[in-house]
């Protein structure tokens, strides 16, 4: 956080070689790249982020080939969602599954147009909208 060369960061920490996976979870086209970049060959990055409709990702196409490297986008992690939600709620009612600190700003549903400018404007990054 905070690089402004994130992937020659990861190169560094890494000895040159990249990570094995990567997560881009906000959506960026410039990130979904970054991500990508990332990985080491034979690396996969992982694409959650959603990104606008429009959006266009540009790669350097020889990479795909030349470092086997894989870039593979990811719905709910492939979830069961009527198995898994209750699984998880469970978890988290029991205290096991910590969701309270990952959230960065609480809006009440009056406050819906201020946090979506908010999640646009990148000032938040995990907001929740509370009845």
Request: zero cysteines.
């Amino acid at each position: 956080a905070g690089s402004a060369d994130p992937v020659g960061a990861i190169q560094e920490l890494t000895g040159g070689r990249g990570v094995d996976v990567s997560f881009e979870v906000i959506g960026r086209p410039e990130v979904i790249v970054q991500a990508f970049l990332a990985v080491r060959r034979g690396g996969k990055a992982v694409v959650v982020g959603v990104a606008p409709a429009a959006a266009m990702v540009s790669l350097p196409g020889f990479l795909l080939p030349l470092a086997e490297k894989s870039l593979v986008g990811s719905l709910y992690g492939s979830a069961d969602m009527a198995r898994d939600v209750p699984r998880l709620l469970a978890l988290y009612r029991a205290g096991k599954l910590k969701l309270d600190e990952l959230v960065t700003r609480r809006f009440t549903l009056g406050e819906v147009h201020e946090a979506f400018a908010a999640l646009e404007g990148g000032e938040v990054a995990r907001g929740v909208i509370t009845f």
